[in-house]
């Protein structure tokens, strides 16, 4: 019997928020949190799609903030599997803000999810194999895993 495979562009989840006032502090800006939440979800999706399994998060990497979404803009997660273990899955989600008058679009943050899949039982359970099956697909998946690193990497070089 041949091993489950699942492609990476099968993960691919699209999701947007339009920022209204509850999600926003006092400057009208996103919460960090509300950001963090619609990151998880949309990294869920993306695991699911792929292991064809619920998915629970296992951990969330380094997020740093590096521009604001406003007020009446919309919030543009994408997420994809990038790199798979036994039970898990590793996901990239990036966030853009958009406004939606003028089209302009611009990276908000970036960060790496683990998540496992689960069983009927709750179990962890086996996932497929990661396939890249075009030159996109492979350039993506090496992409994500040395921004991984890197940010991997700086995190540990600020803690030292």
């Known amino acids: 019997m041949s091993e489950p495979t699942a492609t990476l562009d099968e993960s691919r989840t699209e999701m947007t928020e339009l920022l209204l006032p509850n999600d926003t502090n006092n400057l009208g800006r996103a ?5 963090l939440h619609w990151m998880d979800i949309c990294g869920a999706i993306a695991a699911m799609r792929f292991s064809n399994r619920q998915c629970v998060t296992a951990s969330m990497d380094h ?8 007020l009446g803009e919309v919030a543009v997660m994408e997420a994809y599997v990038f790199n798979v273990g036994r039970t898990s899955v590793d996901v ?4 853009h803000a958009e406004n939606p008058k003028t089209d302009e679009r611009r990276k ?7 998540f496992v899949a689960l069983d009927d039982d709750g179990k962890p359970t086996p996932v497929p194999r990661l396939v890249c099956e075009t ?3 492979e350039e993506l998946r090496a992409e994500a895993v040395a921004a991984r690193a890197d940010q991997l990497e700086s995190v540990i070089e600020r803690m030292e």
């Open 31 to 35: 919460l960090g949190g509300a950001v």
């Open 63 to 70: 997020v740093d903030f590096i521009g604001p979404i406003d």
């Open 92 to 95: 990239k989600v990036d966030v």
């Open 108 to 114: 908000t943050t970036t960060s790496f999810l683990t």
């Open 135 to 137: 030159d996109e697909e």
